[in-house]
């Protein structure tokens, strides 16, 4: 059995070569499973475009695939009261959606494709059967465990102690050190809208667009529509710093 490529929307990058990318990022996954594991995983794996702001799971939801994101952005998210709080925005490549399943707990958090997303998928069933006999892949799993806690540690401090400027800075330096910069080196290779900034940032819209602005006013930023042009990296970490 071939995995299954569900491309209902292709790409628009002609040089993209599906199994080329499956394989060429995936490589640090498969190098953790045997032979005979690695060709079940691959026969059973699916992979298929998600256009913006698609639901990939919901909150509540049982998890019965893993999750890897290997082009595009995909938000992780939980709905509050009166707006959603971004938790965090996945960056290539990432693995997603086993957390809920190694706990034995349904989705606490929603996911949905940011930008136009290639997502390839295994069924968690199998991947929990080989994590339990391989030592390595259960390795590979508790390393990205463990790195996601210690930056969600980060996040709550600053969501939780931080005044406006300086949760805003540390979210620009959170994009800035998921997804770098365009090729004029500072300019951000993301564009988030004000909402979703705000979302990030744990904070309203209003109050994202007056810090925003501040910013631009004093030199730190500049803005153009959602595009943001960082002028001054280590103004941010300051203001990061002072919280």
Known sequence: MKPTFDSFRT????????????????????KTLD???RDNLMERMTARWYQPS???????????????????????FKEGVGRSQTVRILQAVEYFGYRAAMSQQQFITAASAYEESFIVKFPLA?????????????????????TALGRSDER?????????????????????????????GHTLACSLS?????????????NAIRTLSQFATDGVVTLDGRTIRIESLETLHQISKRG
């Open 11 to 30: 790409t628009n990058n002609a040089d993209f070569d599906v199994n080329k990318e499956i394989m060429t990022k995936l490589s640090d996954f498969f």
């Open 35 to 37: 032979d005979e594991e």
């Open 54 to 76: 698609e639901l990939i799971y919901g909150e509540g939801e049982t998890p019965r695939q893993l999750f890897c994101l290997l082009s595009g952005k995909v938000k992780i």
């Open 126 to 146: 199998l991947v929990k059967k080989y994590t339990q006999e391989n030592a390595r892949l259960a390795w590979f799993f508790i390393q990205r465990l463990a």
């Open 156 to 184: 709550t401090v600053s969501l939780t102690q931080k005044h406006l400027r300086g949760r805003l800075a540390d979210s620009i330096l959170y994009l800035y050190e998921c997804y770098g910069t365009q090729p004029d």
């Open 194 to 206: 004000r909402e979703d900034l705000a979302n990030l940032s744990n904070m309203t819209t209003n």
